[in-house]
């Protein structure tokens, strides 16, 4: 019981993770994707613009489940970082640029910095996503433990999370930043943002559509576990909530958009997670095995209960700042003339 | 379910990739201590006496403040996966008792986060005094984020909260090993030389403007505000220092001999300071006699454990620990001095120390303070060796078996060269920026 309660506190996380976090490596991949310094200079300031407040309280999400990981499933915990210690370097190693690069870019004065820093960010934005994707992969499709240090994580399902997380990263950052631009009246980013939000979706259903036959082929156990039961309905819900979005960017209503895209990327890993009950590394050690003793479960959830009630108004005061406006900078276009500060 | 079993033939490396991941943080982390308080304590200035040379001067420090604090996310949660990366054993093993104290940790880190962000980004666009309490939360995350940390350092230097049945875990009790015997002394200390470090820093960068020329009340003020703040914090460090001491003797026996270089129990043991010791004696340095057992019982004659009194291979590298205790010292001493210098200033004439030597002394105490710093923690954290969880599981016992730990050391080398490279540049461009001081 406490080992679901807790196992649902890490979903939690991983969810508000992969939607808020992912959405913030998205935005990079779009900066990537801007094209030359004249003509990605108002997406890329609009980028910074969105950024700037909620990214790195974003980011804790994931030493949050990084946390609870270590701390209620150890034996788990220890053998992914065992099997699939390339990606996690290369995905830590990735966050210090992307982060670093990031908050200094705001402080570089000549175009040549500016565009060094953003190369760094954007390139590294595409980077983790990748490598956290392919790290969720293998252990859904029953990679852990190995020894095969390369292989446990480049096997078909792991490159193809690894692609998805890349992709619904960028179509999350599309929506949201629509949103953004309609709310700072910059009809041109409203546009371009929306584009892009369309291009991302066609591309998140197609790699979707086809992943059903990579997934079959290369981890039966977890196509089993996402074509039946309530797997199945995450699935589903998935779906509905992508084509939502796409007809709610259509129309322009950004803000629902904003919550049925984040549903659609939600429960994608909820049905994972379904999908291997009652196994926590599929295959190798189930849920109960995993879980650290109930002394430690229930006091990590009552840490969590009270970290929450402080936690929770504290990010609903920064998204409503954000929101409506009164923590907005300034726009500056980045990489034209207006790189200086 | 332990599937690696091979020996790691890069245990130092692994060590040292810690150690540098942990000493690239740690001087992050006395901003985040210490920077929020001295922003507001400016801006607290600004708001009861309306001149806008406290608020030009607390807006460039919040602006420095996020930086550093993006710096400090990053180079943070290296260390979070460097736990997983290269101590997997001790993760797995040891996750369950110290690991709630990463989960509240983390809950802090969320609040600063957000609150740094609404600070500022607040500036002007909330009221004063909304702007003024959006700031508190960020002090506060920064004692509760750190005490959380501390408690599992302290944890692994005197492991509690649990029982051990037939070397299985039992009874685990995660808030016993929170609050472990360590945890209050580390937490002061640390929190003091948090102070020291950001201070000083700090203070040094207005000293050399002001040694620059630059002698208006912006950079006068940028020069005393941290200097009252080390003031402060200089003299009680001493009494902290002690207090850690104490606590060391009782605890790590071996720990506190390897301070000194102690060979044999001695009763009424003396103290060399200054000296190197190497290749296991002390050369040059004053020897005090009984001072090691009145700092470590407060009683001249009492008896003081050697390192002889534990088989050799549980003994730390006694010659690391010995002189990295003694350049904290070292150069605590100097601050302190220091710190009265300014005070005695201050208090007897009302004004800066006159002489050109104060204003270098400072610029000089910045980084001496950040050298302090992780010669403290190399004491501490070499003095706990051979342990990772003191007494109970090897360091050697711990590490992965992965492969790569060398490209992985000399990755991180190059990007924590490029990463303090750039902040360092920026910074300094940002400090030669004129202050934006409003009418």
């Not at chain 1, 992508?242 to 007809?247: D, E, R």
Request: some cysteine.
């Amino acid at each position: 019981m406490a080992a679901d309660l807790v196992l649902a506190l890490l979903i939690v996380g991983l969810t508000a993770y992969a939607v808020l976090g992912g959405a913030d490596f998205g935005a990079g991949f779009w900066d990537l994707t801007a094209g030359g310094a004249k003509g990605g200079a108002r997406v890329r300031g609009l980028i910074k613009r969105s950024m700037s407040p909620v990214w790195e309280a974003n980011h804790v999400w994931l030493i949050f489940v990084l946390v609870i990981l270590w701390t209620c499933f150890p034996p788990a915990f220890a053998a992914i970082m065992d099997t699939l210690y390339v990606p996690l370097f290369i995905a830590a190693v990735g966050i210090i640029f992307r982060g670093g690069a990031f908050a200094l870019r705001g402080e570089a004065a000549t175009i040549g910095e500016a565009r060094a820093l953003g190369a760094i960010f954007a390139t590294s934005s595409v980077l983790v996503p990748f490598c956290l994707g392919a790290t969720v992969g293998a252990v859904a499709s029953g990679q852990v433990p190995s020894d095969d240090a390369l292989g446990a994580w480049t096997n078909a399902t792991s490159l193809l999370a690894g692609a998805m997380a890349v992709v619904t990263g960028a179509f999350l950052a599309a929506v949201f930043m629509a949103g953004d631009a309609r709310r700072a009246g910059l009809d041109d980013l409203v546009r371009a943002f929306r584009r892009r939000a369309l291009g991302a979706a066609v591309v998140a259903g197609a790699l979707a559509l086809g992943g059903i036959a990579i997934v079959n082929a290369d981890a039966p156990a977890l196509y089993d576990g996402l074509t039946s039961g309530a797997g199945f309905a995450c699935v589903i819900v998935s779906g509905l909530g992508g084509l939502a979005t796409i007809g709610l960017v259509r129309a322009g209503g950004w803000s629902s958009a904003r919550f049925t895209a984040s549903v659609a990327v939600g429960a994608v890993l909820i049905g994972m997670a379904v999908a291997q009950r009652p196994d926590f590394l599929p295959g190798e050690l189930t849920l109960e095995e995993a879980a650290a003793g109930d002394s430690t479960l229930v006091v990590t959830l009552i840490s969590a209960a009270a970290g929450l009630a402080i936690l929770l108004p504290s990010l609903a005061l920064l998204f409503r700042l954000t929101l409506t406006g009164t923590l907005d900078q300034e726009f500056h276009p980045i990489g034209d003339e207006e790189a200086k500060r | 379910m332990v599937m690696r079993m091979d020996i790691q033939p890069y245990l130092l490396e692994a060590r040292q990739m810690q150690a540098l991941s942990l000493g690239v943080h740690i001087p992050l982390v006395c901003f985040g201590i210490a920077f929020p308080a001295m922003v507001l304590f400016a801006e607290g200035l600004w708001l009861r006496t309306g001149d806008p040379t406290y608020k030009a001067l607390a807006r460039r420090w919040s602006k420095v403040m996020m930086i550093l604090f993006a710096v400090g996310v990053v180079t943070g949660t290296i260390l979070s996966f460097e736990l997983g990366l290269l101590w997997p054993r001790f993760m797995e093993e040891w996750g369950e008792v110290f690991g709630v104290a990463f989960a509240l940790e983390g809950f802090s880190f969320f609040i600063e986060a957000i609150f740094i962000a609404i600070y500022v980004y607040g500036w002007d666009r909330l009221s004063p005094r909304a702007h003024m309490l959006s700031g508190i939360p960020i002090v506060i995350a920064g004692i509760t984020g750190s005490a959380f940390v501390i408690g599992v350092n302290g944890w692994m230097n005197n492991p509690e909260g649990f029982d051990l049945v037939d070397g299985e875990l039992a009874n685990v009790r995660p808030m016993a090993a929170l609050f472990n015997s360590n945890v209050w002394h580390e937490l002061v200390h640390m929190y003091l030389a948090g102070f020291l470090v950001c201070g000083f820093l700090v203070a040094g960068v207005y000293a050399m403007a002001r040694m620059g020329g630059r002698r208006d009340r912006y950079h006068r003020a940028g020069l005393i505000i941290p200097l009252a703040f080390v003031a402060l914090a200089a003299p009680a460090q001493v009494v902290v220092g002690d207090w850690a001491a104490r606590t060391v003797a009782e605890n790590q026996p071996t720990k506190l001999a390897a301070f000194e270089g102690l060979e044999e129990t001695t009763a009424g043991a003396g103290l060399t300071v200054g000296g190197i010791y190497l290749g296991g004696k002390t050369y040059g340095g004053v020897e005090i006699p009984k001072l090691l057992s009145f700092l470590a019982f407060h009683d001249p004659d009492a008896r003081v454990e050697g390192l002889t009194a534990v088989p050799e291979s549980d003994r730390p590298p006694v010659a690391v620990v010995r002189n990295s205790f003694q350049v904290m010292v070292g150069i605590g001493t100097f601050l302190v001095a220091l710190a009265a210098w300014f005070l005695v200033a201050r208090l007897r004439h009302g004004r800066l120390p006159a002489s050109a030597w104060f204003l270098r002394a400072v610029v000089a105490a910045g980084p001496l303070a950040i050298v302090a710093l992780i010669a403290g923690w190399i004491t501490t954290e070499v003095g706990r060796q051979p342990w990772i969880v003191y007494g109970l599981m090897r360091t050697e016992e711990a590490v992965t078996g992965a492969d790569g730990i060398p490209v992985g050391f000399a990755t991180l080398i190059v990007v924590y060269l490029a990463l303090g490279a750039t902040v360092l540049y920026l910074l300094r461009r940002l400090a030669r920026t004129p202050p934006e001081v409003e009418d």
